[in-house]
């Protein structure tokens, strides 16, 4: 998504470099529209050494399967996104344990990412998938057999495997 007129003023944006990036600007009021990526937060869960994860329900990926995640809102600590949409897309309530890693991705046809991973662990709840999720289920961490929708939850279970064989 990008501004084609002022939210200010109305004015028509104009390309302008700005700190050696061309940026939309415009040329009546003071307004720049810096353009960056949208955070986003979620978490790799175990139970019984199996990697929980959620199908898709919406586009974009549709059908897909991923980590419980999903965009951090204005008010929200990430820790509380992260807790509050794997409570929505699969009824487990979930603590957090530790930060996993943080990812950039430009595979989402939205926006750019950046993805906050923690690693967590469920104290309540039952499997319900929910909200944007039409589906949820635990998966054997070393060889998962659905087709995962982004390459940075991918790289996060990639991290994940590496720290529970090695720490
Ligand atoms: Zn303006």
């Not at 937060?41 to 898709?56: E, P, Q, S, T």
Request: aromatic residues 10%; contains cysteine.
């Amino acid at each position: 998504m990008d501004y084609i007129y002022c939210p200010v003023c109305r004015s028509k944006l104009q390309d302008r470099v700005l700190e050696g990036v061309v940026r939309k600007a415009c040329g009546k009021c003071d307004f720049v529209h810096y353009r960056n990526p949208a955070p986003a937060a979620g978490i790799v869960c175990m139970m019984d050494n199996k990697v929980l994860l959620v199908k898709r329900k919406y586009p974009p990926k549709a059908g897909e399967w991923s980590l419980p995640a999903g965009f951090i809102e204005y008010h929200e600590n990430p820790r509380d996104t992260a807790v509050r949409e794997t409570f929505e897309e699969t009824g487990f309530k979930v603590e957090i344990i530790d930060l996993l890693n943080v990812y950039g991705s430009c595979d989402d046809p939205r926006t750019r990412v950046v993805l906050i991973v923690f690693t967590a662990r469920i104290i309540g709840g039952e499997l319900t998938p929910g909200d944007d999720a039409s589906d949820a289920g635990f998966f054997d961490v070393e060889a998962i057999d659905v087709k995962l929708a982004f390459e940075n939850h991918r790289e996060a279970l990639h991290d994940y495997r590496k720290r529970i064989k090695y720490d």
